[in-house]
């Protein structure tokens, strides 16, 4: 931990020689037209097609109201709380493979770049098996492990998906075997602090591997602010939403809870916390914040038509 501390106070140390702020949180809201142009200046842009975003589920980048409005309601609660801890960097994980993460983060992050005071980064920190880029359609060569290993330039890294506004992704790059080490690395603490700290009006959410399955994300989990659990209904066993929310206690915040893929979902469920909230409120801990909590309904993902709401 004493070198990371070291790694982070070096950066700010060398920002502040560059002119740059010196603080370790955003989240202030910054003027629009100062957003727009510092997205674009250098920032590859790539033709992402909406009927494409649509079948890979990718909803709030292409319709409103039905399924989408769960994700309007996690991106308000998720907002509330990072404006206010003054936090602005939110790592999405879940138990076991296949829960959802990286389609609750890419949905999530499209749903906050909506909020014309944010620009959203979406980092695909899962390094061993990187897939942000393939709901997009997009092929991208290199990415945060080319960063990590050969010094390649974030501007040269980060793309900016047509049509989606103030919304930019770094791509995990070429999958990465001792991922667990890159991810904990001085580099990559230093790359989180600069990635929270440049822009006071950016949020920084990363895409992590399973918690249960590798031991990459409670390497990475302390450099985060905080973290969003998300649970698949009828699978994620109870024993272990609670073995994760432990671990991740010890090394971040909690912001809260998705339940993703419901299928009980009625309009009136939208108002109450699912249930891992109500399983979470036995662990009494101050880096619980559980407030937070969404039922994405599941999704057939049909072309023809409107979504079911
Ligand atoms: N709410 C949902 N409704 C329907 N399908 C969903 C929903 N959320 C995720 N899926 C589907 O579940 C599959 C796994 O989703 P995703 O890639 O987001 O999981 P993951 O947890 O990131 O997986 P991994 O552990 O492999 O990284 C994908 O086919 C995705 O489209
Ligand atoms: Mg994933």
Redesign the pocket.
């Known amino acids: 931990m004493e070198r990371i501390k070291q790694a982070l106070e070096k950066a700010r140390e060398e920002r502040l020689k560059a002119g740059g702020t010196a603080g370790t949180s955003g989240g202030t809201a910054g003027p629009v037209a100062a957003v727009s142009q510092i997205m674009y200046t250098h920032t590859r842009t790539e033709e992402v097609p909406l009927k494409f975003l649509r079948e890979?589920?990718v909803i709030t980048a292409v319709e409103s109201g039905g399924f989408t409005d769960a994700y309007g309601i996690l991106r308000t609660q998720v907002l509330q709380r990072l404006r206010e801890k003054q936090w602005n960097a939110l790592a999405v994980t879940?138990p076991?493979?296949?829960?959802?993460?990286?389609?609750?983060a890419i949905n999530l992050a499209i749903s906050l770049a909506r909020e014309v005071d944010y620009t959203v980064l979406l980092v695909d920190a899962?390094l061993r098996?990187p897939?942000v880029h393939t709901y997009f359609g997009i092929h991208p060569e290199r990415g945060l492990s080319d960063y990590l290993l050969d010094d390649v330039p974030l501007a040269e890294l980060l793309i900016h998906p047509s049509g989606i506004g103030r919304f930019v992704i770094l791509p995990g790059g070429k999958p990465l075997e001792n991922s667990s080490e890159m991810l904990n690395s001085p580099k990559m603490a230093r790359l989180v602090d600069e990635l929270k700290t440049r822009y006071s009006s950016r949020i920084v959410l990363f895409?992590l591997?399973?918690l249960l399955s590798t031991a990459d994300t409670l390497a990475f989990s302390p450099y985060v602010d905080a973290a969003l659990l998300?649970i698949e209904e009828g699978r994620t066993p109870a024993q272990e939403i609670e073995r994760a929310t432990k671990l991740l206690l010890q090394n971040t915040n909690l912001i809260g809870t998705v339940l993703?893929?419901s299928h009980t979902m009625k309009p009136s469920d939208r108002q109450s916390p699912p249930w891992p909230e109500r399983a979470f409120d036995r662990l009494r801990d101050n880096r619980l914040l559980g407030r937070v909590g969404a039922k994405?309904?599941?999704?057939?993902?049909r072309l023809s038509g409107k979504a079911r709401s």
């Open positions: 890979m589920r879940s076991e493979i296949g829960e959802g993460k990286t389609l609750t899962d098996n897939g895409d591997p399973p998300v993703n893929k994405l309904q599941a999704w057939s993902g």
